[in-house]
Nanobody, 122 residues
């Protein structure tokens, strides 16, 4: 059974930083992309960032480019999201996801974590 467990969320002031982690278990994730999505209250889940298995390719939503960095450690089956210069509009529940194929469409990702709350105060 695949499990994704996120951690690292919390409350931070605008301009601050947080680092999210997501540990995956339950199967071999060779050649799987890993990604982060977020969902604010009353809004649809949206793509934030993704990284290929080799980590050679990374993808970011325009809204987070230059502020967020995605990385992964395949030995630990873990993906990270370093979030800097946080803004109040970054407030959301952040979810990690794993899938053999990359897509910005959340509906196409197979495996999901339970989410971690990130709140940015102004």
């Amino acid at each position: 059974q695949v499990q994704l467990v996120e951690s690292g969320g919390g409350l931070v002031q605008a301009g601050g930083s947080l680092r999210l982690s997501c540990a995956a278990s339950g199967r071999t994730f060779s050649n799987y992309a890993m990604g982060w999505f977020r969902q604010a209250p009353g809004k649809e889940r949206e793509f934030v960032a993704a990284i290929s298995w080799s980590a050679k390719n990374t993808f970011y939503a325009d809204s987070v480019k230059g502020r967020f960095t995605i990385s992964r450690d395949n030995a630990k089956n873990t993906v990270y999201l370093q979030m800097n210069s946080l803004k109040p509009e970054d407030t959301a529940v952040y979810y990690c996801a794993v899938d053999p194929n990359f897509s910005t469409n959340y509906a196409l990702w197979d495996y999901w974590g339970q989410g971690t709350q990130v709140t940015v105060s102004s």
